[in-house]
């Protein structure tokens, strides 16, 4: 017989008695314990990914309306016949939030529109977001199916922070 066993069997009845009524109540808590824990990590996650959805819904619309608001504009420019320079002139100008801008590539991933900068000309084919995506293709792809969004990881103009 071991150490502890025999400290066990040197318990009295009594002790023995509460020791058997207490331990099931100490070991079942601990499991109870175990797995509200687990189900509130995933209740957890499960609402965090719940916000992210609403916020990127959110920004969406957003920029929906930022768009709305642009688009006869646009058209307008169209159809008095001023040329693309002109319009991404105005297009330049235009800041919403404390960080929005409009940006724009050339089909071939060619930079002509970067906020109120002029780092243009650039070819940004090749370029990848923080999670590897080759986020300007799929810009591009986005607008010629006219899906209309892509989601990518990468700073905005004058950040660091790489976010949706």
Same mark, same amino acid.
Request: glycine content about 6%; cysteine-free.
């Given at each position: 017989?071991?150490?502890?066993?025999?400290?066990? !069997?040197?318990? $009295?009845?009594?002790?023995?008695?509460?020791?058997?009524?207490?331990?099931?109540?100490?070991? $079942? $808590?601990? #499991? +109870?314990?175990? !797995?509200? =824990?687990?189900?509130?990590?995933?209740?957890?996650?499960?609402?965090?990914? !719940?916000?992210? +959805?609403? !916020?990127?819904?959110?920004?969406? #619309?957003?920029?929906?309306? =930022?768009?709305?608001?642009? $688009? @006869?504009?646009? *058209?307008?420019?169209?159809?008095?016949?001023?040329?693309?320079?002109?319009?991404?002139?105005?297009?330049?100008?235009?800041?919403?939030?404390?960080?929005?801008?409009?940006?724009?590539?050339?089909?071939?991933?060619?930079?002509?529109?970067?906020?109120?900068?002029?780092?243009?000309?650039?070819?940004?084919?090749?370029?990848?977001?923080?999670? &590897?995506? =080759?986020?300007?293709?799929?810009? +591009?792809?986005?607008? *010629?199916? *006219?899906? &209309?969004?892509?989601? =990518?990881?990468? @700073?905005? #103009?004058?950040?660091?922070?790489?976010? @949706?």
């Amino acid at each position: 017989m071991t150490l502890s066993g025999r400290k066990v !069997m040197n318990l $009295s009845i009594k002790s023995r008695l509460y020791l058997l009524a207490i331990l099931p109540i100490v070991l $079942s $808590s601990l #499991l +109870i314990m175990l !797995m509200a =824990y687990k189900e509130s990590n995933v209740l957890n996650q499960a609402q965090m990914d !719940m916000t992210q +959805i609403q !916020m990127i819904e959110a920004k969406r #619309l957003e920029l929906k309306s =930022y768009l709305d608001i642009v $688009s @006869p504009k646009l *058209k307008n420019l169209e159809k008095q016949g001023k040329s693309k320079e002109e319009a991404l002139e105005i297009l330049k100008s235009i800041q919403f939030s404390d960080t929005g801008y409009f940006f724009g590539f050339e089909s071939n991933g060619l930079r002509v529109l970067h906020g109120n900068t002029d780092d243009i000309g650039i070819n940004m084919w090749d370029a990848k977001d923080k999670k &590897g995506n =080759y986020f300007i293709q799929d810009i +591009i792809t986005a607008a *010629k199916n *006219k899906s &209309g969004y892509s989601r =990518y990881y990468f @700073p905005k #103009l004058n950040e660091t922070l790489a976010l @949706p």
